[in-house]
């Protein structure tokens, strides 16, 4: 194979008839346009095949470059693709292509005609790039990790080789959690999730295999248990690898048409959605009641508050993430995460800090707490404690405000799955209830301060809770709010093993946390079909994909089954983390007095069909918390003299 890099030094290779050769006779080209254009060419001689790749730079610089890559087999030209981006790599042998860009690896089929397959993204820029006899891919990246694909599409070795070789000196992060910050620096190819960069371990109970391999009811899929008709939306909660309704289908071939005159966001023009968007479509076709117009203006605001705002480092929201003016605590029953909102401390932080805080914590959901098909929504407790009159009117509480509430509403919409709203003043909470639309009542919960412990335990184990909202794991205190908090057992005492097994969030990559939407336009088909079989699927999940590949595909029931799909570097790391682990180093937490609380899978327990979203039993929980229990709050908030408690509209979140 050679290469060069102008294509004038090989056009013996290229055909007569290429249009783009420059003609000799013709003026030089002016400098300018000389410094926007790159050629050059790859060249595998045995098969005879040719790549021509033409870079240019577009005119606003916010697009960045595209390549246009031209396959020429004897001197005919056979194939033409453009993709964003700068070809920085390229591979041809064994009837494939193999070419990368800083943030996606490209493959090219020779073999009976020329088919592209779906990019692969990149965790962090391209090393070293061959292929190898027997159709191997070899893929050495900058974060000294080495990837061996079988180009027929199975993925054989993934690990790393820091402790095997020496690699020249690189300024790119070391720690494998900070490549997905490259990703980001062309918005439209950045992923669906991803963009932080951490610095921490994570919690020891952040991905406990009882959340990955949670079957979900029909309570946790659609609320209420079904999806509403044609024409009534709002109400499905999960979105990813499981089947789709037809008028969900028609609504994104609707937004596929209209991406087509939509060159601002999708710029290709062939109607495929922006990978930032690709698994959220659906979630913003649902918030935007299926008008396309809206769902456009929502990914407009996608790419201006998440992408263009990535990455986060964790180092410049530290501080700020220590607070406790929001944070995670805890899992419910359902295995969604709790998110905690003290308002109170809003008062501390600007509109940028603030705003800049909230979108680390909720992209840290999405990219390490949510399991596609399983796990995608979480739990959201609005704490008003200490907020007063004074507070409320102030223009940087509502400026902070708003911006949440656009990001919960607009970035992150289809994730809540409620809103519970404790310390309102009961006048407060009445005006507030009468001006919230019926469409969202079934979400919003005002609980009064009695009430808080009972509501919450309906919801969660008590050990998942703080004590001041009606459980036993200690308060957060001020400056101890990060690292999140995350304990085993959340959906009961005898969930998630005795002692509890160790998390999954060390072997669990990025494309796990994705899933893929079971989108069936043509070119969206493309990119899930090779891949999706390779998921940790539901039941409901395995028996669509199988029926949509034609296909027997087994669901994921149990943790070898899970570990088996992942790679072997990875599956022999957690069995050797799950072997030294002692029982001394995560017990099982006391369990309450005889509790009624689902365990193991709905279909074992009845839970799914008795109770909507696994909660507790009511009638036990009124037993334990009588009409006499009154709930104890610290006054550490106190309210201003001569004023009484109040609070912004959060009606919508």
Request: glycine content about 6%.
């Amino acid at each position: 194979m050679e290469q060069s890099g102008e294509s004038g030094e090989s056009d013996s290779e290229m055909s007569e008839e290429d249009p783009d050769r420059p003609d000799p006779s013709a003026s030089p080209p002016r400098a300018k346009k000389q410094e926007q254009q790159e050629r050059r060419h790859v060249v595998d001689n045995e098969s005879g095949v040719a790549l021509l790749l033409e870079t240019r730079r577009g005119r606003r610089p916010r697009r960045g470059r595209n390549t246009t890559v031209r396959a020429w087999r004897f001197g005919n030209l056979v194939w033409e693709y453009k993709i964003r981006g700068r070809v920085e790599h390229t591979a041809v042998a064994e009837g494939f292509v193999a070419f990368a860009t800083r943030a996606a690896l490209h493959l090219l089929s020779t073999v009976g005609g020329y088919l592209l397959f779906p990019p692969m993204v990149l965790d962090s820029p391209v090393l070293q790039l061959d292929i190898r006899a027997g159709g191997f891919l070899v893929v050495l990246g900058q974060d000294s990790g080495l990837r061996v694909v079988d180009l027929r599409g199975r993925l054989l070795v993934q690990t790393v080789l820091r402790h095997f070789c020496e690699l020249p000196a690189l300024d790119y992060p070391a720690r494998e959690r900070a490549c997905t910050a490259t990703l980001f620096e062309e918005a439209h190819a950045a992923p669906a999730i991803g963009g932080l960069v951490l610095t921490q371990a994570l919690h020891e109970f952040t991905l406990p295999p009882e959340v990955v391999l949670y079957e979900p009811s029909a309570h946790d899929i659609h609320r209420g248990g079904a999806p509403l008709p044609e024409g009534k939306t709002g109400n499905r909660l999960i979105f990813l690898n499981v089947p789709l309704l037809d008028f969900e289908q028609k609504a994104l071939q609707s937004l596929h048409d209209a991406l087509k005159d939509e060159k601002a966001l999708a710029p290709e023009g062939d109607g495929v959605i922006p990978s930032y968007v690709r698994l959220h479509a659906l979630r913003i076709l649902q918030q935007s009641k299926l008008r396309v117009d809206k769902a456009l203006s929502t990914i407009a605001t996608h790419l201006e508050m998440r992408v263009q705002k990535m990455p986060v480092h964790e180092e410049s929201v530290l501080a700020d993430l220590k607070s406790g003016m929001m944070y995670w605590h805890g899992r419910d029953r359902s295995c969604r995460p709790v998110l905690i909102w003290r308002m109170e401390k809003i008062s501390k932080f600007d509109a940028d800090r603030a705003t800049r805080m909230i979108l680390f914590i909720l992209e840290f959901a999405v990219r390490y707490l949510m399991v596609p098909g399983r796990v995608e929504n979480w739990v959201l407790i609005v704490d008003l404690a200490g907020c007063g009159l004074s507070m409320a009117a102030a223009s940087s509480f509502r400026t902070v405000c708003r911006n949440v509430t656009r990001l919960l509403e607009e970035v992150y919409c289809g994730r809540n799955f409620t809103t519970k709203i404790f310390h309102m003043p009961s006048i407060v909470r009445a005006i507030v209830n009468s001006l919230i639309p019926e469409d969202k009542k079934s979400k919003v919960d005002f609980v009064a301060d009695a009430d808080i412990a009972k509501s919450m335990r309906l919801m969660c184990e008590p050990h998942q809770l703080e004590e001041q909202y009606g459980g036993t794991a200690p308060n957060v205190r001020e400056g101890e709010a990060f690292p999140f908090r995350f304990f085993p057992h959340c959906r009961g005492p005898k969930s998630g093993g005795s002692p509890p097994l160790p998390s999954l969030h060390d072997v669990a990559d990025r494309s796990f946390h994705e899933g893929f939407s079971l989108d069936l336009f043509e070119k969206a088909q493309a990119i899930w079909r090779p891949f999706v079989a390779h998921q940790p699927l539901t039941k409901i999940g395995a028996e669509t994909v199988s029926k949509l590949l034609a296909e027997k595909v087994a669901p994921t029931e149990t943790l070898d089954q899970w570990l088996a799909l992942q790679s072997p570097d990875a599956a022999g790391k957690y069995t050797a983390h799950k072997v030294s682990a002692g029982p001394a180093e995560a017990q099982a937490p006391a369990a309450e007095p005889d509790p009624v609380s689902p365990t193991l899978s709905n279909a074992e327990t009845g839970a799914g069909e008795a109770a909507e979203s696994n909660e507790m039993d009511k009638d036990q929980v009124e037993k334990e918390f009588g009409s006499s229990l009154v709930i104890k709050k610290d006054e550490v908030f106190p309210i201003l003299e001569e004023e009484t408690k109040a609070a912004c509209c959060v009606c919508s979140l």
